[in-house]
Every structure is written in structure tokens, then in C-alpha cells.
T-cell receptor
Framework: EPEVTQTPSHQVTQMGQEVILRCVPISNHLYFYWYRQILGQKVEFLVSFYNNEISEKSEIFDDQFSVERPDGSNFTLKIRSTKLEDSAMYFC???????????FGDGTRLSIL | RKEVEQDPGPFNVPEGATVAFNCTYSNSASQSFFWYRQDCRKEPKLLMSVYSSGNEDGRFTAQLNRASQYISLLIRDSKLSDSATYLCAVRVGAGTALIFGKGTTLSVSS
């Protein structure tokens, strides 16, 4: 069964540094998403991406964050000037379209020191 | 007012028991509803979509009550492997983002 893949599985970074989290969505999917989950809290929506542009974003997704689809397969989340509170699991998801559900990757654990 | 609310539990049940979870949502424009399962420190995995007429998948039954703005998940004949956190997720209006509840934790014991 096709799946969403994410790299790295764990990223440790010093506060203030930039990180790039990578995702390869399912190949025939059209909608791509990033979510985060701070330890012990709920899964929170960050941003959705369709047709090479952001279609929706939450208030969490401020100027510190950006997304890109640099080629036909990768979908990246960049976090600039990382803060301690950015420590979380970051999940990528993709969806075919219509009312199809979102399928999640196994996440990147981001630890900011 | 929280958008999607769930009883956090934990629900501790013996193997073979039937257990039900509820989830309420605040936005009446919500259009799509899902149950996901999340194991500790893992990704949410789709358990089932929830349809207006209710739907069943093996031991799992999901129902939607639009008038009262809640969805439910019923698990029959619980297995040890059902132990996990069950997340309710709602998609609102024309948007495609999922709004998640905090999840209900189920622990099935032998």
C-alpha cells in the first residue's frame, strides 16, 4: 500500500537555527498538509498546499514557517529561527481529492535545544 | 469553545467488552468526519470515515448525528491490540484542513 514518507525521523537542532523537514506524499495525491503535535497535546493543522500554492493556513503558520514543493515528489516545511516551543512531532499528510481522507506520514520528531 | 471535544478517558476495559466513544463538534458547517487511531508517539492512522447514514467496518461502527453535532465510535469484542488513542477529526466547510480532538485513550486488558 502506498504511504507518505518523512525524513528525518528525528531532528535535533539548536535554538535559532533553521530546519527543513521533508515529505514524499503518495504519488497520485493532489493535496498536501503539515500538522504538528506537541507532546501530550492534540494534532494541530499548520498548512495545506494545492496546485503549487498554499490553500489554507492556521494562525500557527506565521512568517517563521514556509512550505515548498521543489520537484514532483517532495514537499518540505522550513522553520526559521527555531524556538524551544517548536519542539513537537511534525506530520505530513496527503489526500487524493474530493472527500477522500488524509493519510499521514510517520512524522519527524523535532527537538530544539 | 473548543472546536472538537472528546472525553480523554482513559477507558479501561477487559478483552471482549464493547466500548463507545463520543465526539462533539462546534461548527455546524462541518462536512466530513473521521476516526483516526494513534498509537503512542506514532502517526494518526485512518480507522474509518463517518457517513451520514452510519457505517460499519468489522467490529467498528461509526455514527453521525448532525442535529446534535456529535459522532460516535463503537468497538465490539475489544482486542488487546485495540489499545490506543482514538482521534475524532472534522473537516469544516470548503476548507480541507482537519480539526482534531485531543483523543480518547483506550486500554484493553486480558
Amino acid at each position: 500500500e502506498p504511504e507518505v514518507t518523512q525524513t528525518p525521523s528525528h531532528q535535533v537542532t539548536q535554538m535559532g537555527q533553521e530546519v527543513i523537514l521533508r515529505c514524499v506524499p503518495i504519488s497520485n495525491h493532489l493535496y498536501f498538509y503539515w500538522y504538528r503535535q506537541i507532546l501530550g497535546q492534540k494534532v494541530e493543522f499548520l498548512v495545506s498546499f494545492y496546485n503549487n500554492e498554499i490553500s489554507e493556513k492556521s494562525e500557527i503558520f506565521d512568517d517563521q514557517f514556509s512550505v515548498e514543493r521543489p520537484d514532483g515528489s517532495n514537499f518540505t516545511l522550513k522553520i526559521r529561527s527555531t524556538k524551544l516551543e517548536d519542539s513537537a512531532m511534525y506530520f505530513c499528510a496527503s489526500r487524493a481529492g474530493g472527500n477522500q481522507p488524509q493519510h499521514f506520514g510517520d512524522g519527524t520528531r523535532l527537538s530544539i535545544l | 469553545r473548543k472546536e472538537v471535544e472528546q472525553d480523554p478517558g482513559p477507558f479501561n476495559v477487559p478483552e471482549g467488552a464493547t466500548v463507545a466513544f463520543n465526539c462533539t463538534y462546534s461548527n455546524s458547517a462541518s462536512q466530513s468526519f473521521f476516526w483516526y487511531r494513534q498509537d503512542c508517539r506514532k502517526e494518526p492512522k485512518l480507522l474509518m470515515s463517518v457517513y451520514s447514514s452510519g457505517n460499519e467496518d468489522g467490529r467498528f461502527t461509526a455514527q453521525l448525528n448532525r442535529a446534535s453535532q456529535y459522532i460516535s465510535l463503537l468497538i465490539r469484542d475489544s482486542k488487546l491490540s485495540d489499545s490506543a488513542t482514538y482521534l475524532c477529526a472534522v473537516r469544516v466547510g470548503a476548507g480541507t484542513a482537519l480539526i482534531f480532538g485531543k483523543g480518547t485513550t483506550l486500554s484493553v486488558s486480558s
